[in-house]
């Protein structure tokens, strides 16, 4: 039987260790993946939470607008920050009651008219969502949006009435991501009609809902800007 020197031989059971550990051609085993597949996996179920949201919004589903919330009994559930003006905060209780007690217009508006409605439209665009202190208990997503209105009865062409950013605080609860704290950031938006008839048909329609006063007795979310009789 061959034998080697004592410090060989540990040398030989080095170099076996190392292989098991790295494996194959050197690369080191589990499958690969790390903290930047695992990040983006966080940010793709946060976004695609934000986006139910954003869907919400649009059709004035009021189940979806409160399901992406996350109820803490906070009395600043929800703040709405306007550029230059200032802000103000609403606890959960208040929002709720808000929203549904608007809910019937707010369909009705969304009809067609030959249902009656006013063939209402709300769209809102997202941009790219910057994300940070990722756990997979938390993050935070800061949103742009844009917000666009129209109407076929009267005939408002698109216009965009609010753009600012939001900035979620994503809690996981039980498996499902929700926002426990939703600040909305209105910036300047200076929609005055420059002339013309459809420029006299939306002065009267824009306005009602917050135009220079998002902060002040607008109710709700505070998306949009148009009302209808």
């Known amino acids: 039987m061959k034998t080697f020197p004592k410090p060989l031989a540990f040398f030989f059971v080095l170099i076996g260790l ?95 008219p030959a249902e009656g409605g006013n063939g209402y439209t709300l769209t809102m665009k997202l941009s790219t969502i910057t994300f940070s202190n990722i756990k997979e208990s938390g993050a935070y997503a800061v949103v742009p949006f844009e917000i666009k209105e129209a109407a076929e009865n009267p005939s408002i062409p698109p216009i965009t009435t609010d753009h600012g950013h939001m900035t979620c605080e994503m809690v996981k609860i039980q498996g499902t991501w929700r926002c426990q704290k939703l600040t909305i950031n209105f910036y300047t938006l200076n929609n005055a009609p420059s002339g013309g008839k459809n420029a006299l048909t939306l002065a009267s329609y824009i306005g009602g809902r917050g135009k220079g006063s998002k902060t002040k007795g607008t109710r709700g979310f505070s998306f949009g800007s148009f009302v209808f009789e």
């Open 18 to 112: 190392l292989s098991l550990g790295t494996g194959c051609g050197g690369k080191k085993g589990g499958g690969g993946g790390g903290s930047g597949t695992k990040d983006a996996e966080l940010k793709q179920a946060i976004t695609a939470r934000i986006n139910s949201f954003k869907t919400a919004v649009e059709a004035y589903d009021v189940e979806g607008m409160l399901d992406f919330l996350y109820n803490t009994g906070s009395k600043e559930q929800l703040t709405i920050a306007e550029e230059g003006v200032g802000s103000c905060s609403k606890d959960y209780t208040t929002l709720e009651t808000e929203v549904r007690e608007d809910e019937g217009k707010e369909r009705h508006w969304r009809k067609s």
